[in-house]
């Protein structure tokens, strides 16, 4: 079975620019979480999705959006790069649907790289 | 607050040597889960272990083995004969009841086992 896939590995960008990740849950994972882990901040919740719709974001400004499709694979946008922003994403993906609980394990996909000079 | 310590920014170790990483977390929830998480270089953070609140028992799992003490609000992690496999950096990561469902992770601890 197949894990969380993201896409792309590398992005390179430049300040001002928008950049948009990519990322392929589980199958039959209905949940979608984005964090940040950026260079001394560890990891930081960014965004939450779960049957199509936006539950729960993080301490981040509202250039960081995103959406989930029907097939629950999701994308995130981040607008207006910010030399700040250079920073590993990682997209899990949980098994919630009508059971949402925290006991659910969150899968992790290696994670878009993303570097802006 | 919820929060999760890790206080190990890095531990060093050689191969074959037992070694220990701790994990401090604060609460006010009475149901709440804990888990650890392996980051290797490639970047992909692996699930290794998930804990609730009302589960004090130990685990054991091959060379890997997690000690859960409530009354220390601690979570520490034991890897038995370390290898250079072993090598990555370690998240604790709490999670609990509201309506968030994100994890809160400590910083990490980065373990380097020589051969």
């Known amino acids: 079975e197949a894990g969380v896939t993201q896409s792309p590995t590398h992005l390179i960008k430049t300040r001002g620019q928008q950049a948009t990740l990519r990322c392929s849950p589980i199958?039959?994972?209905?949940?979608v979480y984005w964090y940040q882990q950026a260079l001394g901040l560890g990891l930081q919740f960014l965004l939450w999705?779960?049957?199509?719709?936006?539950?729960n974001r993080g301490n981040f400004p509202p250039r960081f959006s995103g959406r989930q499709f029907p097939n629950y694979s999701s994308e995130l946008n981040v607008n207006a790069l910010e030399l700040e922003d250079s920073a590993l994403y990682l997209c899990?993906?949980?098994?919630?649907?009508?059971?949402?609980?925290?006991?659910?394990?969150?899968?992790f996909g290696a994670g878009t790289r993303l570097s802006v000079l | 607050a919820q929060k999760v310590t890790q206080a190990q920014t890095e531990i060093s170790v050689v191969e074959k040597e037992d070694v220990t990483l701790d994990c401090v977390y604060e609460?006010?929830?009475?149901?709440?889960?804990l888990f650890w998480y392996k980051q290797p270089p490639s970047g992909e953070l692996v699930f290794l272990i998930r804990?609730?609140?009302?589960?004090?028992q130990n685990e054991i799992s091959g060379r890997y083995s997690w000690n859960f003490q409530k009354s220390t609000s601690s979570f520490n992690f034991t890897i038995t004969a370390s290898q250079v496999v072993d090598s990555a950096v370690y998240f604790c990561?709490?999670?609990?009841?509201?309506?968030?469902?994100?994890?809160?992770f400590g910083s990490g601890t980065r373990l380097l086992v020589r051969p």
């Open positions: 899990a993906s949980s098994l919630e649907g009508s059971g949402l609980s925290p006991k659910n394990i969150q899968y």
């Open positions: 199958s039959g994972h209905t949940s």
């Open positions: 999705y779960d049957e199509g719709e936006e539950r």
């Open positions: 804990r609730n609140s009302f589960d004090e």
């Open positions: 609460t006010r929830d009475t149901t709440y889960y």
């Open positions: 990561a709490l999670r609990w009841m509201d309506s968030s469902y994100k994890l809160i």
